[in-house]
T-cell receptor
């Protein structure tokens, strides 16, 4: 059963903010939201993760709704190199494995 | 973030031969590493979990005698595809788990190995 739902594809203009949504309505109290991305023919790259508070790092911001049933990954100023498949994954923060869904293909255009 | 390397990045072999892929954690020790496989236009599928000093745990449907995993040290895990056939051609990716405070584990991935079996 899919734990997360993401749109299959999104477009974004270079320099604009990219907002990638993710629904995880069945998330448990001890499950974290992780975001990875995979550029074509490369291994996945860790972006960010959070439990219930919003998080920000040098790559992106993660906004989690108060009920934790959905989240949004924000790339504040998208570049062409941000074109990739973005995966939203929920997992227990301890020792569970990562299960990848189909993700969102983000295409950043000039 | 933590750095994971893989070698080789690309390999072509003849059907029936064996191929070894190495996965190394460069700046940290990893008691647990993971091996994934990805077919074209598909998502990553977990093959097995590799634990240092013990036997790997394989996912359902993955043949342990065909995909030999050895995790002999805290920085190295190897995947050997034995008697490779064309249907084994795929993108193989390893990852290692890092504890980052408050018992939260984050996985970092290698760049992947493209295997083509002729």
């Amino acid at each position: 059963d899919a734990k997360t739902t993401q749109p299959p594809s999104m477009d974004c203009a270079e320099g604009r903010a990219a907002n990638l949504p993710c629904n995880h309505s069945t998330i448990s109290g001890n499950e974290y939201v992780y975001w990875y991305r995979q550029i074509h023919s490369q291994g996945p790259q860790y972006i960010i993760h959070g439990l219930k508070n919003n998080e920000t790092n040098e790559m992106a911001s993660l906004i989690i709704t108060e009920d934790r049933k959905s989240s949004t990954l924000i790339l504040p100023h998208a570049t062409l190199r941000d074109t990739a498949v973005y995966y939203c994954i929920v997992r227990v923060g301890g020792y569970s494995t990562l299960t990848f869904g189909k993700g969102t293909m983000l295409l950043v255009s000039p | 973030g933590a750095v994971v390397s893989q070698h080789p990045s690309r390999v072509i072999c003849k059907s029936g031969t064996s191929v070894k892929i190495e996965c190394r954690s460069l700046d940290f020790q990893a008691t647990t590493m993971f091996w994934y496989r990805q077919f074209p236009k598909k998502s990553l599928m977990l093959m097995a979990t590799s634990n240092e000093g013990s036997k790997a745990t394989y996912e359902q449907g993955v043949e342990k005698d065909k995909f030999l995993i050895n995790h002999a040290s805290l920085t190295l895990s190897t995947l050997t595809v034995t008697s490779a056939h064309p249907e084994d051609s795929s993108f193989y990716i390893c990852s290692a788990r890092v504890t980052e405070g408050q018992r939260v584990e984050t996985q970092y991935f290698g760049p992947g190995t493209r295997l083509l079996v002729l």
